[in-house]
């Protein structure tokens, strides 16, 4: 109880689907790739977690969704279908299979970054899915991050990772390491990349009239009024999609906050926004109850004192050795997402009208 459900390969869930092997484990759950032996293919099985609270988030996970299902004409691609839900002790959702996640696929590629055209193509589907969840479902994903978006795999690469997957999985008994996968091929890389990608887990997801959560989202893509405990809706979406943007064409973290001796991730993480992004507008600042968490009454930080100031365009050109050209126009797509008052962003509709793109 509370704890992971103890599956192991072999068992079958509601006498339909059959563990072969474990995908991933998050927060709430483990994911399964499963045989279904009535339609005769593979699938992804969520297992929530034990325990009241676990079993209540994967009911909300189903409710959510579901939502997302009633409008099958005008779901986008790009969003994760589930196919079916069963509770067998533990809650279980049955999804479809995809692939390796964008976090795997950025770790395969090396430190670079991924190829621009695959970086758009796989922006304009994210933007699209949230697009729906925004304006369709009136759902915040809450929780946009590499490891959520999911590569669609033709059967064929499919086939061949399962079969390393399963392969790699009866050797680890001795001790071997796991291979890279099809995705350490560059060949096999650049097939997938042609495919898309999906917006995975609603698991931390909400709907926008009743915003749950006081902190959502992971740490670094987390959203400026989040992190200063301000209201949210999904223009925190779009900030985390920037964040994402920007790791998908450089390779790294936009933000990448560390706790210090005298200071907290949460200081780090503000103090690097205003390094990118300029002084935060003491109505921003200010319009939290308990403003002395972050700044003095001077609107300075608290407790950082040294700053070091680099705009983005300049980033994008002395860091990464980008044209102007280049770093100018991708600034421009970016910074919208990025604005600090959460009514003056810019949305995912608006994003996908971007020359950028
Ligand atoms: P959590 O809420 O626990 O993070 P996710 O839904 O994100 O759960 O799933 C955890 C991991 O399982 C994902 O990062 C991914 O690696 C894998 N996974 C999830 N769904 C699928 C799927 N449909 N196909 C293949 N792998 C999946
Ligand atoms: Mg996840």
Redesign the pocket.
Known sequence: VGGYCPVQKGDTFHGRYRAVHK?????????W?CQDTVEKRH??V?VAKGGQSFAEAAQDEISLLQCVRTFPACTPESL?AVRDSLTVLHVCLV???????L??LMRSHGAQGLPLPFVKKALQQVLAGLQFLHGSCRIIHA?IKP??I?LRVDEESLQKLLHETVAWSRSTDLGLKKPAGILASQSARCSIMKMGVKI??L??ACWTYKPLAKEIQTQPYRALEVLLGLEYSTPADVWSTACLAFEMVTGECLFEPRAGKYFSRDDDHVARIIELLGRIPPEIAFSWKQKSKFFSSQGALLRISRLFPCSLYNTLTDRYNWTNHEAASFTSFLLPMLEYTPAKRTTAVKCLQHPWL
């Not at 995908?23 to 994911?31: D, H, K």
């Not at 999804?95 to 996640?101: I, R, T, V």
């Open positions: 995908l991933g484990a998050g927060y709430f759950s483990t994911v790739l699938v992804a969520k994760q999804f479809e299979l995809l692939g390796p996640s976090r795997c929780d490891e959520n999911l995975a887990d698991g931390s």
